[in-house]
């Protein structure tokens, strides 16, 4: 599996990269491999302010639906049109077209709280 040492993970198995004040938020190579062939993502929280931990969508597969945890609080931006579409890109490209929501990051300070790939892959058991 892969683990992209520039981005940051959480325990809830959502990754996210930082460029300035905004973030791209996405699930892990671990987590589309669990949940399987993903079929549907439901996310409308578009211009709302999500606090850290939080769900800000829900992702279905053929068998489950889990809930999407927001990293840090920040302002839901833009949703991935493309994975609304097509949701198998969550399996393709998990780290890449993949990925499912851009937010304004509010509070900075969280970023501590988040996990390293290594870190990511201890939790894993990877």
């Known amino acids: 599996m892969n683990y992209p040492e ?3 993970y959480t325990k809830d198995h959502e990754w996210i990269s930082f460029e300035g004040d905004t973030g791209l938020i996405g699930i892990t190579d671990f987590a589309q491999k669990e949940l399987g ?3 549907y993502l439901d996310v409308n929280t578009l211009k709302e302010i999500i ?3 939080k769900v800000f969508g829900t992702i279905e597969a053929v068998k489950t639906v889990s809930d999407l945890f927001m990293p840090l609080k920040g302002e839901v931006l833009e949703i991935n049109q493309k994975v609304i579409d097509a ?4 399996n393709t490209d ?3 077209e993949g990925w ?3 937010i304004k990051v509010i509070t900075q300070s969280e970023k501590e709280n988040l996990l390293t790939a290594n870190e990511y892959k201890k939790l ?3």
């Open 100 to 102: 499912l929501i851009k």
């Open 51 to 53: 606090e850290g931990e």
């Open 37 to 39: 062939d993903i079929v």
């Open 87 to 90: 949701p198998q890109l969550i």
């Open 6 to 8: 520039k981005l940051f």
């Open 124 to 126: 894993i058991g990877a």
């Open 94 to 96: 998990p780290y890449g």
